[in-house]
């Protein structure tokens, strides 16, 4: 499968410990974006990245939740001190310039 | 705000009748338009958008700024398009895709 992978699929940790999540996204892709999506809700945008620069934030992105994409090529989004409110789906898609954005199959967040 | 709504959460239609999946959208510029779809176990996947004016898997969408909608439809549903349909919109200069709740969308045989 040559589309956007994400690790692991399914994640559960108890309150207050950190997680962390990784997304390789379609080779060449220059944007990369973090969505979480709730039970019931649409995907929710998170941040993006152009390159390695972090170029948007949403107001959902607390400072427990940090993302970086060093290289410009795989992804991480941490978050610390979870909550279960974290609970969630959490996307990750990429993009070549103005052009469709592919999908992960996402990683499953559970906080118990 | 920018925000995408699908009125219906559910929608249950038989086999070989029209469907039409409600979207609207309130902003205040010229928005780009998209349906996603999502089938079972299946990554979210493009659709189609309003700006290619495709027919995709016979589904149209055509957007309306006057009544700020971009329904999708289908003369003749087929069991195979059961699964769950978003509407999103893109903020012309920006980046992130605003999505609404979901559609899920029942073909009966």
């Known amino acids: ?112 | 705000a920018q925000r995408v709504t699908q009125p219906e959460k559910l929608l249950s239609v038989f086999k070989g009748a029209p469907v039409e999946l409600k979207c609207n959208y309130s902003y205040s510029g010229s928005p780009e338009l998209f349906w996603y779809v999502q089938y079972s176990r299946q990554r979210l996947q493009l659709l189609l958008r309003h700006i290619s004016r495709e027919s995709i898997k016979g589904f149209t969408a055509d957007l309306n700024k006057g009544e700020t909608s971009f329904h999708l439809k289908k003369p003749f549903a087929q069991e195979e398009d059961s699964a769950m349909y978003y509407c999103a919109l893109s903020i012309q200069g920006a980046q992130k895709l605003v999505f609404g709740q979901g559609t899920r969308l029942t073909i009966n045989p």
């Open chain 1, 1 to 112: 499968d040559t589309g956007v992978s994400q690790d692991p699929r399914h994640k559960i940790t108890k309150r207050g410990q950190n997680v962390t999540f990784r997304c390789d996204p379609i080779s060449e892709h220059n944007r990369l974006y973090w969505y979480r999506q709730t039970l019931g809700q649409g995907p929710e945008f998170l941040t993006y990245f152009q390159n390695e620069a972090q170029l948007e934030k949403s107001r959902l992105l607390s400072d427990r939740f940090s993302a970086e994409r060093p290289k410009g090529s795989f992804s991480t989004l941490e978050i610390q001190r979870t909550e279960q409110g974290d609970s969630a789906m959490y996307l990750c898609a990429s993009s070549l310039t103005n052009s469709e954005a592919f999908f992960g199959q996402g990683t499953r967040l559970t906080v118990v």
